[in-house]
């Protein structure tokens, strides 16, 4: 820990907390025992180039802040470049925050920079694509595809799942085609997780999934009727038996995923795939600040 000289905090003030909170963020890092340049971008099509400028400076921990989707969208640009991730949970979901066990208060988060240490984990890849904690298929794609950012920006998780009501009613199941290598594996099913951690949408979902167990899970919600995924999800939050009842797990290092027909792939929360794609896990690519008890 007492390795870290210089850190670069990068927030996307278009999250949904991320323009009110960043001078929060500031304030709580000034007793950093290192000196943190911090960045608020707005346009978040100017995340890449503000990391890349960040990068440019060689410090020794990158904070990424904002949700899901931007951490995954970002984390690329920092394999490879001998540097420590930090997590800034400014999210909806922050789905992958609470994998690594990071606390989803600006406060508690700063914490685990200032005493915490770096853990070395996996990161999941579609096709040459690395994304931090996971992917799906079905429901959620559709959401994301659909969802008026200023609804989720407004009205957080209550608008969000709002939507999702609204879009499961005109969700259909689908055929899924999962491939080690060796067999394929055919089978109808509501909802597909391709996933480097437990966690998905906020809830603990992908029980077999670990952020270092260098392998990919791949987590069917088979069935023909959509009560299959709904009973899941409730089962899921109350952590009753009952939601591995119509679930199958495929894991390995390298998996061919197909659907019929062709689908929508959301990568924690951002649509940036369409089925057919291979889904792989890079094993100990990166290094991310972890709370000790951790």
Known sequence: MNAIKSAALIVNAKSRKGQRLFERAC?????????????????????????????????????????????????????????????????????????????????????????????????????????????????????????PHNLKKVLGRVGYLGWAAWQFVRFRPFTLIVGDGTQEHRMKVVEVRISNGPYHGGQELVDAAEVDSGEIVIQAVCGHVKRNLVKNWVASVFRHDARHEHTRDFRGKSLTVRTEPPL???????????????????????EVMVPNEA
Do not use: W
């Open 27 to 147: 304030a709580a890092m000034a007793d950093l025992p290192y000196p943190v340049d911090a960045h608020a971008v707005e346009e978040p099509e100017d995340l890449e180039n503000t990391v890349n400028k960040a990068l440019a400076k060689k410090p020794d921990l990158v904070i990424l802040g904002g949700g899901d989707g931007t951490i995954s969208g970002l984390v690329d640009l920092l394999v490879g470049k001998n540097v420590i991730l930090g997590v800034l949970p400014l999210g909806t979901a922050n789905s992958f925050a609470r994998t690594l066990g990071v606390p989803l208060t600006v406060e508690g988060a700063i914490e685990v920079l200032r005493s915490g240490h770096p853990k070395r984990i996996d990161l999941g890849m579609i096709d040459g694509d690395y994304f931090a904690n996971c992917a799906a298929m079905g429901i959620s794609p559709q959401i994301a595809e659909t969802v």
């Open 264 to 286: 929508p792939i959301s990568i924690d929360g951002e649509v940036l795939a369409k089925t057919p794609v291979t889904a792989k896990i890079a094993a100990g690519v990166i």
